[in-house]
C-alpha cells in the first residue's frame, strides 16, 4: 500500500466551479501536510500548508482528518490557470524533511 | 534572483554510461535533495543532504551517487548501475532540514533523461 495515494483524475471543472478532491496517508505518525501544485512538464511548487485547524488562501482551502487519515483541497471559483497536477506531501519525520512522502498527484483540467 | 538551477535540461544517454546532473542553488540553503519522478508515481527521494559533506540514502538511492562540497552544489550521478535510469529527475532545498521549517522545498527546472 502506498504511504500517500491520490485519486489521479483527471477533475473536469467547468470555469467558476468548485472541485474538491482528498489525499490519504497510511501513517498515523505523520507530522505536517502540504499541497504543492505542479504544471505540465514543470517543477512541483508549494500552493500551502495544512494546518489542523484547517486553512484557507484566497480561493484554495486545505483540511486535516486526523481521524480518517487524510486531507483534502477545495478550490473555488475555479479559474482556467488552475489547470494543474495538485501534489499532497506528508511528513513523517520533523526532524528530517528526508522523510517526505509525495503523492502521485490528482489532476485538475478547468474547461471554459 | 535566487533560486535552483538544474542542467542539462534534457539529455539523452547510452545503456551503459555514466551521467552527471548538475543542481546548484543561491538560496544559501542548507538542505539539498534529488527526487526522480516517473508517470503515474509519486516523487521518490534519492539522495539528500543536510549540511556540508554530509549525505543520506533516500528510498531509491541503488545505481546514483552524490557529493556535497559546497553548501550551493549538489550533482547527481546517474550510473551504469541503474537499472531504469530514463526519468525526470528534480533538484530541491530547503532552509533547513527539519526543525521549524516552513516545509516548503523550492525544485529546480528539473532535468529530462532519456537511456537510448
Known amino acids: 500500500r502506498k504511504e500517500v495515494e491520490q485519486d489521479p483524475g483527471p477533475f473536469n471543472v467547468p470555469e467558476g466551479a468548485t472541485v474538491a478532491f482528498n489525499c490519504t496517508y497510511s501513517?498515523?505518525?505523520?507530522?505536517?501536510f502540504f499541497w504543492y501544485r505542479q504544471d505540465c512538464r514543470k517543477e512541483p511548487k508549494l500552493l500551502m500548508s495544512v494546518y489542523s485547524s484547517g486553512n484557507e488562501d484566497g480561493r484554495f482551502t486545505a483540511q486535516l482528518n486526523r481521524a480518517s487519515q487524510y486531507i483534502s483541497l477545495l478550490i473555488r471559483d475555479s479559474k482556467l490557470s488552475d489547470s494543474a497536477t495538485y501534489l499532497c506531501?506528508?511528513?513523517?519525520?520533523?526532524?528530517?524533511?528526508?522523510?517526505?512522502?509525495f503523492g502521485a498527484g490528482t489532476q485538475v483540467v478547468v474547461t471554459p | 534572483d535566487g533560486g535552483i538551477t538544474q542542467s542539462p535540461k534534457y539529455l539523452f544517454r547510452k545503456e551503459g554510461q555514466n551521467v552527471t546532473l548538475s543542481c546548484e542553488q543561491n538560496l544559501n540553503h542548507d538542505a539539498m535533495y534529488w527526487y526522480r519522478q516517473d508517470p503515474g508515481q509519486g516523487l521518490r527521494l534519492i539522495y539528500y543532504s543536510q549540511i556540508v559533506n554530509d549525505f543520506q540514502k533516500g528510498d531509491i538511492a541503488e545505481g546514483y551517487s552524490v557529493s556535497r562540497e559546497k553548501k550551493e552544489s549538489f550533482p547527481l550521478t546517474v550510473t551504469s548501475a541503474q537499472k531504469n535510469p530514463t526519468a525526470f529527475y528534480l533538484c530541491?532545498?530547503?532552509?533547513?532540514?527539519?526543525?521549524?521549517?516552513?516545509?516548503?522545498?523550492?525544485f529546480g527546472e528539473g532535468s529530462r533523461l532519456t537511456v537510448l
Open positions: 506531501v506528508v511528513n513523517v519525520d520533523l526532524g528530517s524533511w528526508g522523510k517526505l512522502q
Open positions: 530541491a532545498s530547503s532552509i533547513r532540514s527539519g526543525g521549524e521549517n516552513t516545509g516548503e522545498l523550492f
Open positions: 501513517n498515523s505518525a505523520s507530522q505536517s
